[in-house]
């Protein structure tokens, strides 16, 4: 239950005086990740499809609708909703696959990589707002280091996901 009543009997341990400030950093990283997704400079619809592309984009390999549903964490109707409307407007198209002629998999069209480009653009306009106090230095290595949060994570979730896991 979510109430905005008192929280009786549930004292997080991030707010253990005992906690190191390190500690108490990291325990901050879901919160704060959730923050950046509610806030990201784009409609709901834009946050859906430069997911939907950046997922295909970034795909090692040829991605299917069940695939990029397991990649995003959602039901596959949810993705072939998603998927549909991307068809519709032009930024994704359906092949068969070169490794399978059964299956179908997903690419981008030209429309769909001008629209990830244009999604990465607003965004690094967004952070370099956000960030305007901070030194060049602070921002690139910020970039870097979540850039490289996202590979890892995603290397992670493959991990997971090939041994059976949640």
Same mark, same amino acid.
């Given at each position: 239950?979510?109430?905005?009543?008192?929280?009786?009997?549930?004292?997080?341990?991030?707010?253990?005086?005992?906690?190191?400030?390190?500690?108490?950093?990291?325990?901050?990283?879901?919160?704060?990740?959730?923050? !950046?997704? &509610? #806030? /990201?400079?784009?409609?709901?619809?834009?946050?859906?499809?430069? @997911?939907v +592309?950046?997922?295909?984009?970034? *795909?090692?390999?040829?991605?299917?609708?069940?695939?990029?549903?397991?990649?995003?964490?959602?039901?596959?109707?949810?993705?072939?909703?998603?998927?549909?409307?991307?068809?519709?407007?032009? !930024?994704? &198209? #359906? /092949?068969?696959?070169?490794s399978?002629?059964?299956?179908?998999? @997903?690419? +981008?069209?030209?429309?769909?990589? *001008?629209?990830?480009?244009?999604?990465?653009?607003?965004?690094?306009?967004?952070?370099?707002?956000?960030t305007?106090?901070?030194?060049?230095?602070?921002?690139?290595?910020?970039?870097?280091? !979540?850039? &490289?949060?996202?590979?890892?994570?995603?290397?992670?979730?493959?991990?997971?996901?090939?041994?059976?896991?949640?």
């Amino acid at each position: 239950m979510c109430g905005r009543g008192p929280r009786l009997g549930r004292m997080s341990s991030a707010s253990s005086p005992e906690r190191s400030p390190d500690d108490q950093a990291l325990d901050q990283i879901g919160p704060a990740l959730s923050r !950046l997704r &509610r #806030r /990201a400079p784009a409609s709901g619809r834009d946050l859906s499809r430069n @997911l939907v +592309l950046n997922v295909i984009a970034d *795909a090692p390999g040829e991605t299917t609708v069940g695939g990029l549903a397991a990649e995003m964490g959602v039901a596959q109707p949810v993705a072939s909703r998603t998927v549909a409307a991307c068809i519709e407007e032009g !930024l994704l &198209r #359906r /092949a068969a696959s070169q490794s399978d002629g059964r299956r179908t998999v @997903l690419e +981008l069209t030209e429309h769909g990589e *001008a629209e990830r480009n244009r999604f990465a653009t607003e965004q690094r306009a967004a952070f370099e707002e956000i960030t305007a106090a901070w030194s060049p230095e602070e921002q690139v290595q910020f970039a870097r280091l !979540l850039a &490289r949060y996202g590979v890892d994570a995603a290397a992670w979730s493959r991990r997971r996901a090939a041994a059976g896991g949640d």
